[in-house]
Antibody
């Protein structure tokens, strides 16, 4: 069955960096666009970044552009999110999600990894 | 950016009764190319990630009970739970995927009356 398992979250000081990872299994990872979606504590959902199946096309929310970088290693079935210059407002649960047809809806979600940015 | 606005923010419905959640987009999300509306609905239970219920505004995801249905077109959409069950207590989100940034509604909390 499809599984997405995030890791790499934790508490970090403002201005520092963190790298999130997502291990995919149960499907042909190299055929799917993948996204990161986040949710601040007690708040709604915010799309963060997208990377197409071949790693050639990426998109970012304005709130993270130039600070976050999404990448993937199809040979390892891994998705990554490099987060630099972290801010308090980046505090959230970060979900790795699969896009079934590259349209932009999300059919499988990981359990999430919590990032807390605090001094 | 397309702004998604849900109403109400919360609602309480008796078991077995109908629950209706509305979602309005700031511009049409109708794809002319396939005449489908780029609108999805998710359910999020406490402590869990969201779960896809519906895409293309009215297509139920595999395994989703048929008491969940989606309707609407253009800018106005509705998620209906025809007969509320205890396990349907959750927050429901609509999301447009017409163009990026893909955006969500603020969520509607459904509780038992």
């Amino acid at each position: 069955q499809v599984q997405l398992v995030e890791s790499g979250g934790g508490e970090v000081q403002p201005g520092r960096s963190l790298r999130l990872s997502c291990e995919a299994s149960g499907f042909a990872f190299n055929l799917y666009a993948m996204h990161w979606v986040r949710q601040a504590p007690g708040k709604g959902l915010e799309w963060v970044a997208t990377l197409w199946y071949d790693g050639r096309n990426e998109k970012y929310a304005d709130s993270v552009k130039d600070r976050f970088t999404i990448s993937r290693d199809n040979s390892k079935k891994m998705l990554y999110l490099q987060m630099n210059s972290l801010r308090a407002e980046d505090t959230a649960m970060y979900y790795c999600v699969r896009d079934p047809l590259s349209y932009g809806w999300f059919d499988y979600w990981g359990q999430g990894t919590l990032v807390t940015v605090s001094s | 950016d397309i702004v998604m606005t849900q109403s109400p923010d919360s609602l309480a419905v008796s078991l077995g009764e109908r629950a209706t959640i509305n979602c309005k987009s700031s511009q049409s999300v109708l794809y002319i190319s396939n005449n489908k509306n780029s609108l999805a609905w998710y359910q999020q239970k406490p402590g869990q990630p969201p779960k896809l219920l519906i895409y293309w505004a009215s297509t139920r995801q595999s395994g989703v009970p048929d008491r969940f249905s989606g309707s609407g077109s253009g800018t106005d959409f509705t998620l209906t739970i025809s007969s509320l069950q205890a396990e349907d207590v959750a927050v429901y989100y609509c999301q447009q995927y017409y163009n990026s940034p893909w955006t969500f509604g603020q969520g509607t909390k459904v509780e038992i009356k």
